[in-house]
């Protein structure tokens, strides 16, 4: 006789911003995790994420290019750290990092892509199909979260005219650059792949790529639970997980 199923799996709570920003202060604050500590973690993840959605034997150029744009804000930190991961897992990251944060702790993540000999782009080609031949797909590190303070000003709004026209796939950490946290795209960028860092923010409800990772296996369980995240199961020691199969 066979056992009756178990209760279904609650459905991953979407985060308003001020909701994501409480659990990242009560992580830094109450549980003394380092901000260099939370950028690390997160970096490494995003690139499991895009190890996962674009695996080496699959991209289409011989060479396992990947073009890692970074703003000058945390999310830019994290896309640094992202690129360090994908040179060690045998991609050839380049990144475009145009206005560097004066934060020791960047500067210290800017040294250790240096000193791992990942080039750095002087400027960014205007000429789309140069990006396009170049790469097998983009990491758009440069807003996130900081949309609302940075997404008019140079050279951010440059970054995304140009993204928005790359026709190579796209995959943003945790909010698509131009996006607003709460409401979505607004002219935005179209990401093929959305990372989603601890849990996904409510602008992930209106993302329509291939796939949508999360990146929250790392968070205490009373911090799941106070905030009611119900997050996904993460198979074996798997540190992101898809929350949507890919869309062929």
């Known amino acids: 006789m066979s056992s009756a199923p178990?209760?279904?799996?609650?459905?991953?709570?979407?985060l308003?911003?001020?909701?994501?920003?409480a659990i990242e202060k009560e992580l830094l604050e109450d549980y003394r995790f380092g901000r260099q500590q939370l950028i690390e973690i997160w970096g490494h993840a995003c690139a499991m994420a895009v190890t996962k959605a674009f695996p080496l034997p699959s991209l289409p150029r011989k060479q396992p290019t990947v073009l890692v744009v970074c703003g000058p804000a945390q999310n830019g930190a994290?896309?640094?750290?992202?690129?360090?991961?994908?040179?060690?897992?045998?991609?050839?990251?380049?990144?475009?990092?145009?206005?560097?944060?004066?934060?020791?702790?960047?500067?210290?993540?800017t040294t250790q892509c240096?000193?791992?000999?990942?080039?750095?782009?002087?400027?960014?080609?205007?000429?789309?199909?140069?990006?396009n031949d170049a790469y097998n797909a983009v990491v758009d590190a440069v807003l996130g979260a900081e949309a609302e303070a940075a997404e008019g000003r140079e050279p951010c709004a440059a970054i995304l005219?140009?993204?928005k026209?790359?026709?190579?796939?796209?995959?943003?950490?945790?909010?698509?650059?131009?996006?607003d946290v709460e409401a979505g795209s607004s002219g935005g960028i179209s990401p093929d792949v959305l990372?989603?860092?601890?849990?996904?923010?409510?602008?992930?409800?209106?993302?329509?790529?291939?796939q949508h990772f999360v990146a929250g296996r790392f968070l205490p369980y009373d911090v799941q639970k106070k905030f009611e995240l119900n997050p996904p199961e993460y198979p074996g020691t798997e540190c992101v997980v898809a929350l949507r199969a890919p869309r062929q």
């Open 6 to 14: 178990g209760p279904a799996r609650e459905p991953p709570r979407y």
């Open 16 to 21: 308003s911003k001020a909701e994501a920003e």
């Open 78 to 109: 994290i896309g640094l750290v992202c690129a360090r991961h994908l040179r060690i897992f045998d991609y050839e990251p380049t990144i475009f990092y145009p206005k560097r944060s004066p934060d020791p702790l960047y500067q210290d993540f």
């Open 114 to 131: 240096e000193k791992m000999d990942i080039p750095f782009l002087s400027y960014l080609p205007t000429e789309v199909q140069l990006i």
């Open 161 to 163: 005219s140009t993204l």
């Open 165 to 179: 026209l790359v026709r190579i796939p796209i995959v943003s950490l945790d909010v698509p650059s131009g996006w």
């Open 195 to 210: 990372v989603s860092l601890s849990a996904p923010k409510q602008c992930a409800r209106r993302f329509l790529g291939r």
